[in-house]
């Protein structure tokens, strides 16, 4: 059997098993709440978000369990999305640039070349743009928690070839995420994108039905795309994160405390996973390499370039309008 198939075969089959929790608790948990990602087991996000679980079921004293559903076990991010919107799961980790299909402003953080770093990151994200987004999010019926995740700064592998300027990409056939902004982007640099979901992507790649993908270094590594891209070019084209969301009649019935003592503890797991990837990041090239993948620093500049004369930022900046745009300038310098 393809590995497609088996995919397929388990989120049809509903053989899907959350994570199993240490507790000493006897009883039932008052509320039981399913947390679903679309990240392997071997991520930080799932390191951190099981010991995040462990401590919120403690600190209830029994409670409330989070369960935990990784690496696409309940569907893709689409399917996902769905289901917690409908209230089939309560919790969900999602890139703001796939939750602009509900909430158009959430793409804004993921803008090309937008932050040269994480400080400016973080200080965006934790100060008036990330307000901003979670206001758009809390009109669309969904909470979403102050901390997001870190997914990263993204690069392109590919099967065939290095990319180190713009013109590289030229009819290049490169899966992004199911996003109005990534295809947009991608169409500015002339390359042929084609929206899959992550659930699909290894198997996209191995079939060659797409050429190359754009991850951070800790996806490449521990979703072990390296088994199908050869090359790895060094963008930084763009930083991605995950809102950690919540299901609003899910959370409206929680008490108060409790809904203290859930938030205090995904927060501070989401300080902690942007810890370890950063760490990750910065030594993945080394052992990526040693697995043979062959990495090239791309010129950034010519991106940029590309972009802009495209008139890729001033149709983004007309999208989200001026208010939202200068929140993200403040972080970013100007960009249109
Ligand atoms: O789908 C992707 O490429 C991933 C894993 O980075 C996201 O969730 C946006």
Request: aromatic fraction near 10%; charge should be positive.
């Given at each position: 059997?393809?590995?497609?198939?088996?995919?397929?075969?388990?989120?049809?089959?509903?053989?899907?098993?959350a994570l199993p929790l240490?507790?000493?608790?006897?009883?039932?948990?008052?509320?039981?709440y399913k947390y679903a990602n679309n990240l392997p087991l071997t991520h930080p996000m799932n390191a951190r978000a099981r010991e995040m679980a462990e401590s919120i079921l403690?600190?209830?004293?029994?409670?409330?369990e989070i369960q935990i559903f990784p690496n696409?076990q309940?569907?893709?991010?689409?399917?996902?999305?769905?289901?917690?919107?409908?209230?089939?799961i309560e919790f969900f980790t999602?890139?703001?640039?796939?939750?602009?299909?509900?909430?158009?402003?959430?793409?804004?953080?993921?803008?090309?070349?937008?932050?040269?770093?994480?400080?400016?990151?973080?200080?965006?994200?934790?100060?008036?743009?990330?307000?901003?987004?979670?206001?758009?999010?809390?009109?669309?019926?969904?909470?979403?928690m102050?901390r997001?995740w870190d997914?990263?700064?993204?690069?392109?592998?590919?099967?065939?070839?290095?990319?180190?300027?713009?013109?590289?990409?030229?009819?290049?056939?490169?899966?992004?995420?199911?996003?109005?902004?990534?295809?947009?982007?991608?169409?500015?640099?002339?390359?042929?994108?084609?929206?899959?979901?992550?659930?699909?992507?290894?198997?996209?790649?191995?079939?060659?039905?797409?050429?190359?993908?754009?991850?951070?270094?800790?996806?490449?590594?521990t979703?072990?795309?390296?088994?199908?891209?050869?090359?790895?070019?060094?963008?930084?084209?763009?930083?991605?994160?995950f809102?950690f969301l919540g299901?609003?009649?899910?959370?409206?019935?929680?008490?108060?405390?409790?809904?203290?003592?859930v938030?205090?503890n995904v927060n501070d797991a989401g300080m902690k996973e942007r810890?370890d990837v950063?760490?990750?990041?910065?030594?993945?090239?080394?052992?990526?390499?040693?697995?043979?993948?062959?990495?090239?620093?791309?010129?950034?500049?010519?991106?940029?370039?590309?972009?802009?004369?495209?008139?890729?930022?001033?149709?983004?900046?007309?999208?989200?309008?001026?208010?939202?745009?200068?929140?993200?300038?403040?972080?970013?310098?100007?960009?249109?």
């Amino acid at each position: 059997m393809q590995r497609r198939t088996v995919i397929k075969a388990g989120v049809v089959g509903a053989v899907a098993t959350a994570l199993p929790l240490r507790s000493s608790f006897a009883q039932k948990a008052e509320f039981t709440y399913k947390y679903a990602n679309n990240l392997p087991l071997t991520h930080p996000m799932n390191a951190r978000a099981r010991e995040m679980a462990e401590s919120i079921l403690g600190e209830t004293k029994g409670r409330v369990e989070i369960q935990i559903f990784p690496n696409n076990q309940l569907g893709s991010d689409t399917d996902m999305l769905s289901q917690l919107r409908a209230g089939g799961i309560e919790f969900f980790t999602l890139s703001g640039l796939i939750l602009s299909t509900l909430v158009p402003a959430a793409s804004i953080t993921g803008i090309g070349f937008a932050f040269p770093n994480y400080d400016a990151v973080w200080k965006a994200l934790d100060g008036e743009l990330g307000a901003y987004v979670r206001e758009q999010i809390a009109k669309a019926n969904l909470i979403a928690m102050d901390r997001i995740w870190d997914n990263g700064f993204r690069q392109i592998t590919s099967s065939t070839k290095p990319i180190t300027t713009a013109d590289d990409l030229r009819g290049f056939k490169i899966r992004v995420p199911v996003s109005p902004l990534w295809t947009s982007m991608f169409k500015a640099f002339e390359a042929a994108p084609a929206s899959i979901n992550f659930s699909e992507v290894y198997s996209a790649l191995q079939t060659k039905i797409v050429d190359g993908q754009e991850n951070p270094l800790a996806i490449i590594a521990t979703a072990k795309l390296f088994e199908v891209q050869k090359f790895c070019s060094l963008t930084n084209h763009m930083w991605d994160g995950f809102w950690f969301l919540g299901n609003r009649r899910a959370w409206d019935r929680l008490p108060a405390d409790l809904q203290k003592v859930v938030a205090q503890n995904v927060n501070d797991a989401g300080m902690k996973e942007r810890a370890d990837v950063a760490a990750l990041n910065a030594t993945l090239t080394k052992e990526l390499s040693e697995k043979g993948m062959v990495f090239n620093q791309a010129r950034s500049d010519t991106f940029r370039d590309k972009l802009r004369k495209a008139g890729f930022y001033d149709e983004w900046k007309g999208k989200y309008g001026a208010e939202a745009w200068a929140l993200l300038e403040r972080a970013s310098g100007k960009l249109a």
